[in-house]
């Protein structure tokens, strides 16, 4: 196991920018997950601004509804007038307008086809919230409506249904936060693994391709075949370090989030990137022999597919132009399966099922570069 030893002699150096690379990254993951994470969870209602112009008689239908919207909502008093109607939109004093026309509570106990006329912020959550609650309203009259009953009583039954409330309680949460962090400290990893692997291995394996370490080995007494098998032995120890290092660090970052499912979920979904990594990183041994490539081509690739995968800017910000991209890189699909990985609340096949085929497709990354390893090797063999 001569070759084996001297595997890590050569890359004994390496060692601090290890170090150095990892304390950098966790200091990066406590900073974003104490940034990320409230210790007090709080909730709170927040009513919108509603306006309420009546054109209808003050009817006991017209009455109940304003007085439903008053609980409900911040009661914005306004003029029937449309320039002052669209000066308080503009300038955000009300949220959402309802306008009830004339005869509205003649046609509606008609049964007729009645339109309440709304003005509204375009693309706002509050009008939204608004037109849920001015349905919700209208909805229930109309279910009432249709057992004939009398408009006293259909005013009674409406505010007795619509001022039930359901209490809602938050609690924190902290193994799901725990877990969207460790899927954040997940995502940037894949800047680390592969500029840290690609280097350290890389970089060693070159030593060993020099000319006069090739003709040492050639009339050692060490074979042909041990002498790669030593070799493929201590790369695959060395990614494993490199990968077991991050494990423990988040193990003791995240250790509740860690120790679950979705924990476990997420440590084979790096190993299984990290298959990818080393082959990549074997492949880039067999093409070149030059140091400064090898340093450059590390760079570009962590850099890169981190910048376009969605390890430093989250996927949903990303254009589809750039994720259409990123999808040609094994990075996407891995950056992809711990965000999938942190949204499952439950394991069964419907869940797993993504995640699972976003790991395939890792895998087949890998095994497209260990193709290309043996065809390159093969044909460099045959040219000597």
Known sequence: MIVFKNYFKVAKPFLPMIIIYTCIFVAVAIITSTNGIQTDTVYQANQTNIAFINRDNDTKLTKAFLHYIKDNAHYIDLKDDESEMRDALFFRKVDYIMIIPKNF?????????????????????????????????????????????????????????????????????NVHEQISSASSFYNFSNFTFQSITIVVIAMVMLSFHEEKVKKRSL????????FNRQLLLANIITALG?????????L??????????QGLLLILNS?????????????????????????????????GTSFIAGAFVPQELL???????????????????????????????????????NMAIILGFALFFYICIQITSYLKLKKN
């Open 105 to 173: 509570t003649e046609d509606f106990l008609n049964q007729k086809d009645v339109k309440i006329e709304t003005m509204d912020i375009p693309d706002s959550y509050t009008s939204i919230y608004s037109k849920t609650l001015m349905n919700r309203y209208l909805n229930t009259a109309q279910l009432y409506l249709k057992s004939d009953m009398s408009l006293e009583d259909i005013v009674q039954s409406i505010q007795k249904d619509l001022n039930q409330h359901s209490s809602i309680e938050m609690k924190k949460g």
């Open 219 to 226: 009339v050692s007494a060490t074979s042909y075949q041990s």
């Open 242 to 250: 490199i990968w077991l290092l991050y494990i423990v660090v988040s």
């Open 252 to 261: 003791i970052l995240y250790q509740q989030a860690m120790l679950t499912y």
């Open 271 to 303: 190993l299984i990137f990290m298959i990818f990594v080393f082959t990549l990183s074997f492949f880039l041994t067999i093409i070149t022999n030059r140091k400064t490539v090898i340093d450059g081509i590390s760079t570009v690739i962590g850099l």
């Open 319 to 357: 254009s589809d132009f750039v994720l259409s991209m990123a999808k040609l890189t094994p990075s996407y699909w891995y950056i992809s399966n711990n965000n999938e990985i942190a949204k499952i609340s439950s394991l069964s096949w419907e869940t797993l099922q993504p995640i699972m085929i």
